[in-house]
């Protein structure tokens, strides 16, 4: 949703750009995949394979709402997982979840 | 002994894994009134636990029988029970890493041919093409297109349920612990559940204990050769669906299968050494069911286990089941001892009992399953 | 190749970094690991290394005690996590550049917990989380979880996070507090009694929260959520004792977010696997291990503290750590002849705490109306989707144990390993069958406690897999 860090205790990380279902997010980093995605508005990335839509719910990586495919890898929680610069990162349905 | 609870029953059967359920589900089909004890619920054992693969092929000769005529079985289950217990023929694919391997798998399927089993030898191309998610390292396959797979979690409970649907007595949380003869006759069975112990009065019991059916059995002084013996699972997380067949090699020490939710589930092919009743996963077990699952199917290196889980085998000194009455003992039938190949042959094991028992002789011959055998 | 090690430390939370520090204080050599990047656990956890400022209170307090755990020479492993343990203290991890196997001679426990959740409509909404996921992104990355804020839950930490959330700039529409504090809390004034450090932070809290004119409703909760595709609206409504809705007093409230602040749930896995005595406590969250004076578990050399041996709070969690830290060492030939009398005069401090500690958990434990909210199409298992119809359809076909309704409807058998559903789903069956929640227990975790890449189980690199061609 909305980022604090310009707040006068915070300073933001280096910028970083990721790229999310081969759109261009700007990113910060020290940020989470999860903190990206949210931080650009993103609320829900997941879709289940009843295609319902989820996104962040525990926070700290034990209820794997939140997980996405990370440079080909599946099932990466994106709660913990901190971005790099140039992450390549796929939501949505993950292929193993399609019918 | 509380004399105020006090039941009868025509038939008790001892045991809730898939032999005890499928025998109560063809009795209770027949209009016999059995009652089942389970000390937990039902199929919490190996039935429950296993790998979920109803197979003919690589059978012993004594027992291929068996295995085509239950196969007959569990196709008209699939269309009977509920929950679905997911039986599919996907297959099975028996592999060779070398020349040895593969022409005893050779030999077998002259015979299996000869016993009307459909089986087909793979060489390395025909097995490239039909299965390329196998690693490169197999130099061929023995393949039986009737074979397939089960969701253990399922038949027991499934088949318990509707015999319990057609008046039999499902006692969960229930344990039998004494068999009692008058001369030569079982007249009760004495068990214990949370409220304490009760007496049914019985002429029959069917005892299928699993690995646990000794200890029972000593109660009347009869001695089964039966050993306990662990043996683990994996599964990963769900997969894109990359194969039907459930495949195995005694060379890696694994066979593997995708269950139609997409998990693929791991398992060793061969038994771990030790008498043992533990059911906890041995941590280099789990190494190697990795190991082994990841150098026989490469898209499993990029997976993750899921969970893992261990059962206990029942193992007899020759490898197959003791399906037998007991000199000397009348209305006691043991159904046990199925060393690792129960689960398919659950089904032909509760169907032939329930006939042994309506029509006084089951219809096909169980002359080598006998415990006498072991008593030269 | 299994790596023998002295004492082991898993989780680097206030428990984990306490004990740590005391182990290694009396001489004994230390391995701290936590699957985090960074120690601290919840209740220390530290701003991303990349974002530069200047720390809360809480954190620098973390910073401190984290320093002195380093200078003492403990040795700590970061994202590594503990998958598997067996009763002879082995221990196996999935971590860079860590032993995929280790052996301790004595190994303390501090894994904390994870949030309990309620199956209510609307639940699995994009936008209704964890209280403690929006904690997180604040302390660690400064973000707020959305705009407008609805907070549901029990407890002072509700308080404390509205008011965090107040300062940082989101709108916070009402702050619902579960329990009827002032209906039990004068039977509790004894215990507060040298709390003044907590009741000044609720205070400030409160404050910050009053100045903004922002509701706090006590004996109030949530009933259901809705929204296209992500949360728009709650409905909420007053609560009997027993935590039911009163019916009549439902409102719609507008959110864009919802936190769920219900309490925890220990991770016990560990304990159990190490073959530790368990015993089912829900005033302290569940499952957790039977100990002695000196935290030590049913099993000689396995120790737990903090919140995942007892939900109890950080400051309980240190002196639990203190102690365990001291035992473990004495256990492996340090300082044998001290440690019973240190432990001794950890006692008022620990005394203090037990008592805070019951205090909380009278005040604060949900009742069983938590647990009847879901409808039939409510989802109870997230991760498998299974909804509340398929455990009755499961029930009426002759299940009556969470084993058998996991086997037939697959609930908990998804990727959390059952972590978010066992208690839902125990208290269905519970209710739905009449037998206690403890009668029908939770489901049995089995490893790996995390889903985890089968090379690192086989602890061989994808590219030697490969066998030789024969
Ligand atoms: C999400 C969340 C947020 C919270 N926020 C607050 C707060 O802001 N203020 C407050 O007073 N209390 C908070 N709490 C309560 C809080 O947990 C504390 O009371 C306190 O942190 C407990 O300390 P602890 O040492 O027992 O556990 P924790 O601080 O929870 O530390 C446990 C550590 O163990 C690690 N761990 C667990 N299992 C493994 C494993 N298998 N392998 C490796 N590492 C492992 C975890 O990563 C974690 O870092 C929060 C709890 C949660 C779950
Ligand atoms: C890991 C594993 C994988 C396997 N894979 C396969 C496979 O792929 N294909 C295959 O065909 N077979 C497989 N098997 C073997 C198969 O699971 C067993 O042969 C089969 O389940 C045996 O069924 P059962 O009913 O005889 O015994 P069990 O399933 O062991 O059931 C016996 C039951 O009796 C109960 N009991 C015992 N004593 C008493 C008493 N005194 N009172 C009350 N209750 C009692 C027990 O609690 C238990 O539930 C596997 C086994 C394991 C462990
Ligand atoms: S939000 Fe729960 S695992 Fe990431």
Redesign the interface.
Same mark, same amino acid.
Request: include cysteine; proline fraction near 9%.
């Given at each position: 949703m909305s980022r604090i860090e310009d707040s006068s205790r915070f300073r933001r990380g280096q910028p970083v750009t990721i790229v999310v279902d081969g759109e261009r997010v700007p990113a910060y980093r020290g940020k989470t995949i999860a903190g990206a995605l949210l931080a650009t508005g993103h609320r829900a990335w997941r879709r289940t394979r009843h295609g319902q839509p989820r996104g962040l719910f525990c926070g700290i990586g034990v209820c794997f709402d939140c997980t996405v495919t990370v440079n080909g890898t599946t099932n990466v929680r994106a709660c913990l997982t901190p971005i790099a610069d140039g992450m390549i990162v796929e939501t949505g349905i993950p292929m193993e979840h399609q019918p | 002994m509380n004399a105020s609870r006090k039941m009868n029953a025509p038939v008790v059967i001892i045991g809730g894994g898939i032999v005890g359920c499928a025998a109560a589900y063809y009795l209770s089909k027949s209009g016999v009134q059995v009652t089942l004890l389970e000390r937990s619920v039902l199929g919490d054992e190996a039935s429950g636990r296993n790998g979920g693969g109803v197979r003919q092929q690589c059978r012993d000769r004594r027992e291929r029988g068996l295995a085509m005529a239950s196969v007959r079985l569990w196709q008209e289950l699939q269309a009977t029970l509920e929950p679905d217990i997911e039986y599919r023929q996907g297959g099975n694919i028996r592999l060779a890493t070398d020349e040895k391997r593969l022409s005893d798998l050779r030999c077998q399927s002259e015979e299996e041919l000869q016993d009307g089993l459909p089986v087909e030898m793979w060489d390395q191309s025909e097995l490239r093409r039909r299965a390329p998610y196998l690693a490169e390292i197999f130099l061929g396959a023995k393949y039986c297109a009737s074979d397939g797979m089960a969701n253990p979690l399922l038949v027991s409970r499934a088949l318990g349920w509707a015999a319990q649907r057609s008046g039999a007595r499902i006692l969960t949380h229930t344990e039998a612990f004494q068999i009692e003869i008058q001369g030569r006759q079982v007249t009760s069975v004495l068990a214990k559940d949370a409220q304490g112990e009760f007496v049914i009065e019985t002429p029959q019991v069917i005892h299928a204990g699993g690995p646990w059916t000794p200890h029972l059995s000593q109660t009347l002084g009869v001695v089964v050769p039966i050993v306990p013996a662990r043996s683990s699972l994996a599964i990963t997380q769900r997969m894109p669906r990359l194969f039907d067949e459930f495949v195995s090699s005694h060379d890696l020490g694994v066979y593997a299968r995708q269950a139609r939710e997409g998990q693929i589930h791991i398992g060793r092919s061969v038994s771990e050494p030790g008498e043992t009743f533990d059911q906890t996963t041995p941590l280099p077990t789990i190494e190697k069911l990795a190991r082994g699952a990841a150098q026989m199917i490469p898209a499993l290196r990029g997976s993750n286990f899921l969970r893992t889980w261990t059962g206990t085998l029942e193992n007899t000194p020759d490898g197959i089941a003791i399906i037998s009455a007991v000199d000397g003992i009348a209305g006691y039938l043991i159904a046990a001892g199925f060393s690792g190949h129960g689960f398919c042959l659950g089904p032909i094991a509760g169907k032939l009992l329930s006939e042994w028992l309506v029509e006084g002789e089951p219809s096909m011959s169980l002359r080598e399953f006998r415990l006498a055998r072991f008593q030269k | 190749m299994i790596e023998p090690v002295e004492i082991v430390v898993v989780g680097a939370g206030p428990g984990g970094l306490s004990a740590a520090l005391a182990a290694a204080h009396a001489g004994a050599q230390v391995t701290l690991i936590d699957?985090?990047?960074q120690p601290g656990g919840?209740y220390f956890r530290q701003?991303?290394?990349?974002?530069?400022?200047?720390p809360s209170r809480h954190q620098r307090e973390g910073q401190a005690l984290w320093q002195q755990v380093q200078s003492a020479g403990v040795r700590f492993w970061a994202e590594t996590t503990v998958w598997?343990a067996?009763?002879e203290k082995?221990l196996?991890l999935n971590g860079k550049d860590v032993p995929g196997?280790i052996q301790a001679q004595a190994i303390v426990l501090a894994t904390g917990t994870?949030?309990r959740t309620s199956a209510f409509p609307g639940w699995? %909404? =994009? @936008?209704?989380?964890?209280a403690?996921?929006?904690?997180?992104?604040l302390k660690?990355?400064?973000? %707020? =979880? @959305?705009?407008k804020i609805l907070l549901v839950g029990t407890g002072p930490l509700q308080l404390v996070l509205a008011a965090e959330l107040v300062r940082?700039?989101?709108q916070v529409v009402a702050v619902l507090e579960g329990a009827p504090i002032f209906r039990n809390g004068a039977r509790h004034l004894s215990a507060l009694w040298r709390q003044w450090e907590r009741i000044a932070e609720g205070a400030n809290s409160w404050l910050t929260l009053a100045s903004h004119r922002i509701p706090y409703r006590m004996g109030w909760g949530i009933v259901s959520a809705s929204g296209n595709?992500?949360v728009e609206r709650a409905t909420i409504a007053r609560l009997d004792d027993t935590w039911r809705p009163v019916a009549g007093s439902e409102e719609q409230i507008a959110c864009d977010?919802i936190l769920l602040g219900y309490g925890f749930i220990p991770f016990h896995a560990l304990a159990q696997?190490l073959g530790a005595i368990m015993t089912w406590q829900p005033e302290l969250g569940g499952d957790i291990p039977v100990r002695d004076s000196n935290m030590q578990t049913s099993v000689p050399g396995i120790y737990a503290v903090g919140d995942g041996a007892g939900v109890g709070g950080a400051a309980l969690a240190l002196v639990e750590g203190e102690i365990a830290g001291i035992a473990a060492a004495a256990q492996t030939g340090h300082q044998t002849g001290r440690a019973a009398q240190r432990i001794r005069s950890l006692a008022p401090a620990l005394a203090r705490e037990q008592q805070f500690q019951k205090m909380y958990a009278a005040l604060f434990t949900p009742g069983a109306g938590l647990y009847a909210l879901g409808n039939n199409e409510t989802i109870l298992c997230?991760?498998e989707?299974i909804t509340l119809a398929q455990v009755r359809r499961a029930i009426a076909?002759?299940?009556?144990?969470i084993?058998?309704i996991k086997?037939?409807t697959?609930v908990g058998?998804?990727?959390?390993?059952g972590?978010?559903c066992s208690h839902l789903i125990a208290n269905v069956i519970a209710r739905e069958t009449g037998q206690s929640v403890n009668q029908v227990g939770m489901l049995r975790p089995?490893?790996?406690l995390?889903?985890?890449?089968?090379?690192a189980?086989?602890?061989?690199p994808?590219e030697q897999?490969?066998?030789a061609?024969?």
């Open positions: - | - | 699957s985090n990047r919840q701003p991303a290394n990349e974002l530069h400022g200047e598997g067996t009763t082995i196996s196997t994870f949030e699995t %909404l =994009p @936008g209704v989380m964890t403690g996921a929006a904690q997180t992104l660690e990355q400064r973000i %707020l =979880p @959305g705009k940082a700039g989101a595709q992500q977010t696997w997230r991760c989707e076909l002759g299940a009556t144990t084993k058998e086997s037939i697959r058998m998804g990727d959390c390993q972590r978010m089995r490893p790996p995390f889903p985890t890449p089968i090379t189980i086989a602890r061989t994808s897999m490969e066998v061609h024969p």
